[in-house]
């Protein structure tokens, strides 16, 4: 199944620019976000642990 948040534009200036506006908003987004946490819950675990370093993320 493929999921937009593999190739969203939102992450990705989230990846280049953290602290950017975009890159807040879309840090913010995910906590809440039904897409992200379709996406995330489908990953490995191996994925899911890179993913929860990468943006800090402690959700599911």
């Known amino acids: 199944m493929a999921h ?4 969203c534009k939102f992450r990705a200036h989230y990846d280049k620019s953290p602290k950017s506006a975009l890159g807040r908003f879309w840090r913010w987004h995910i906590n809440f976000c039904p ?3 379709s996406y995330f819950t489908h990953q ?3 994925k899911k642990a890179e993913l929860r370093e ?3 993320f402690t959700k599911y």
Not at 4 to 7: S, T
């Open 54 to 56: 990468k943006y800090n």
């Open 4 to 7: 937009a948040c593999e190739n």
């Open 44 to 46: 490995t675990d191996e």
């Open 35 to 37: 897409g992200w946490r």
